[in-house]
């Protein structure tokens, strides 16, 4: 039994508008150092927002790959030796998207919506947000109970 699924979410949309927000105002002064810092953050948002077209999961054999795309800037590997239970959950509305500790402890990897698995590791939780929550629970469970 093999997993892998990638979800596409318009994050990355959100970032390119950022960028170009930060730019508007900036032209419109026509002052240099709000230029200077404005196209600092609009082309370090241009940059970043390629890393967050989609959210990958796959099976990598004894590993979970977890990896935000196209441009791989951002990604994990979690042993399956390492988790010790799965659960389908939903994260926080605060928890929001990306890469970051949630308020409720642990990491959130996610990309577009609420839905998500909760891995509880050795060491930590893992929320993976996906729009497969279930089939990813269902797998990982296999793969643990072995």
């Known amino acids: 039994m093999t997993y892998a699924h990638t979800q596409k979410a ?4 959100f970032l390119y508008g950022i960028a170009l927000a930060c730019l508007i105002p900036a032209c419109a002064t ?5 230029i200077c810092i404005a196209g600092s ?6 940059l970043l927002a390629p890393a967050f077209h989609h959210l990958t999961v796959i099976d990598q054999g004894d590993v979970l790959a977890i990896r935000f ?7 994990i590997t979690v042993p399956y030796s390492d988790i010790e239970r799965v659960e389908i959950g939903r994260t926080l509305i605060l928890d929001g998207w990306g890469i970051h ?3 409720r402890g642990g990491m959130v990897w996610n990309i577009w919506g609420r839905d998500c698995v909760v891995a509880h590791l050795k060491r930590g939780i893992l929320r993976i947000g ?8 269902y797998f990982l469970n296999q793969r643990i109970s072995k």
């Not at 026509?30 to 709000?34: G, H, R």
């Not at 953050?41 to 241009?46: A, E």
């Not at 996906?130 to 629970?137: C, I």
């Open 10 to 13: 318009p994050l990355c949309l």
């Open 30 to 34: 026509m002052e240099v150092p709000a």
């Open 41 to 46: 953050v609009s082309l370090l948002l241009t």
């Open 69 to 75: 795309g196209p441009v791989p800037l951002f990604r």
């Open 101 to 103: 500790i949630s308020i």
């Open 130 to 137: 996906t729009d497969d929550a279930e089939n990813l629970a």
